[in-house]
C-alpha cells in the first residue's frame, strides 16, 4: 500500500511538472492571444530558431516518399507553409487529410503544405498507401531518421505548424481542428 502510495505522488509530481514546464513553453514563446495580431516587427522575434510560436522555424531538409526530390524548411520563402507530422497509423490524422487537402486546393498560390512522415515510427509501405488513399497532391516529406521530429518537438500526431513567409513559426496546432479554425489561424499569414 505504500509502495503505491509512493508511485501515486510521483506521478502526481510529474503531471504537475509537465503543466508547468508546457504553462511556461507557451509564456516564453510569445503565444498570440485571441484577437490579437502577432507582431509583424521581426525585431521582436529571438534570433535563435525554435519549434514555438513566434520564433524563427528550425531547419531541415527531407526527402520526398518517392525519394525524387529533396524539400527544405527554414528561413524565408515566396510562400507561407504548413509543415504537417503524420503518420499512416494515426487515426486523427486521417481524419484531418481531408482538410489539409482543401486547404491546399484552396491556397496552393500561397501557401505551401509538406507532410512529414514520421517514418521513423511508421513503415514506408503504409505510408505510401496512406498518400494513395488519401490522393495528397502536396509534397510528402520522409523522417527516417526521426531528425525534423526531433527538431520540432513532435510527441504525438497530428502536429502542423503554419510559417510565415519570413520563416517565422506562427501557430502550432496540435490534433485536429476544424476546418474554419485553420482559415482564421491562415488568414494573418496568407494576407501578409
Given at each position: 500500500?505504500?509502495?503505491?502510495?509512493?508511485?501515486?505522488?510521483?506521478a502526481a509530481i510529474?503531471?504537475?511538472?509537465?503543466w508547468?514546464?508546457?504553462?511556461?513553453g507557451?509564456?516564453?514563446?510569445g503565444?498570440?492571444?485571441?484577437?490579437?495580431?502577432?507582431?509583424?516587427?521581426?525585431?521582436?522575434?529571438p534570433?535563435?530558431p525554435?519549434a514555438?510560436?513566434?520564433?524563427?522555424?528550425?531547419?531541415?531538409?527531407?526527402?520526398s516518399?518517392?525519394?525524387?526530390?529533396?524539400?527544405?524548411?527554414?528561413?524565408?520563402?515566396?510562400?507561407?507553409?504548413?509543415?504537417?507530422f503524420?503518420?499512416?497509423?494515426?487515426?486523427?490524422?486521417?481524419?484531418?487529410a481531408?482538410d489539409?487537402?482543401?486547404?491546399?486546393?484552396?491556397?496552393?498560390?500561397q501557401?505551401?503544405?509538406?507532410?512529414v512522415?514520421?517514418?521513423?515510427?511508421d513503415?514506408?509501405r503504409?505510408?505510401?498507401?496512406?498518400?494513395?488513399?488519401?490522393?495528397?497532391?502536396?509534397?510528402?516529406?520522409?523522417?527516417?531518421?526521426?531528425?525534423?521530429?526531433?527538431?520540432?518537438?513532435?510527441?504525438?500526431?497530428?502536429?502542423?505548424?503554419i510559417?510565415?513567409?519570413?520563416?517565422?513559426?506562427?501557430?502550432?496546432?496540435?490534433?485536429?481542428?476544424?476546418?474554419?479554425?485553420w482559415?482564421i489561424?491562415?488568414?494573418?499569414?496568407?494576407?501578409?
Amino acid at each position: 500500500m505504500k509502495k503505491n502510495m509512493i508511485i501515486l505522488a510521483l506521478a502526481a509530481i510529474a503531471i504537475v511538472a509537465v503543466w508547468i514546464w508546457d504553462q511556461n513553453g507557451k509564456a516564453s514563446s510569445g503565444q498570440v492571444v485571441e484577437g490579437a495580431a502577432p507582431s509583424s516587427s521581426l525585431g521582436d522575434i529571438p534570433a535563435a530558431p525554435a519549434a514555438k510560436e513566434n520564433r524563427y522555424a528550425p531547419s531541415f531538409k527531407l526527402d520526398s516518399l518517392d525519394g525524387t526530390t529533396s524539400y527544405s524548411v527554414g528561413g524565408k520563402r515566396d510562400k507561407a507553409l504548413i509543415v504537417n507530422f503524420w503518420a499512416a497509423w494515426c487515426g486523427p490524422c486521417e481524419l484531418e487529410a481531408p482538410d489539409l487537402k482543401d486547404i491546399y486546393n484552396d491556397h496552393q498560390d500561397q501557401l505551401d503544405l509538406y507532410a512529414v512522415n514520421a517514418t521513423n515510427f511508421d513503415k514506408l509501405r503504409e505510408a505510401k498507401d496512406f498518400v494513395k488513399e488519401q490522393q495528397f497532391v502536396f509534397p510528402v516529406l520522409t523522417d527516417a531518421k526521426g531528425v525534423a521530429g526531433d527538431l520540432y518537438k513532435i510527441t504525438g500526431y497530428p502536429v502542423s505548424f503554419i510559417i510565415d513567409r519570413d520563416g517565422v513559426i506562427r501557430h502550432r496546432i496540435e490534433g485536429v481542428i476544424e476546418r474554419e479554425q485553420w482559415e482564421i489561424l491562415l488568414q494573418d499569414v496568407l494576407e501578409s
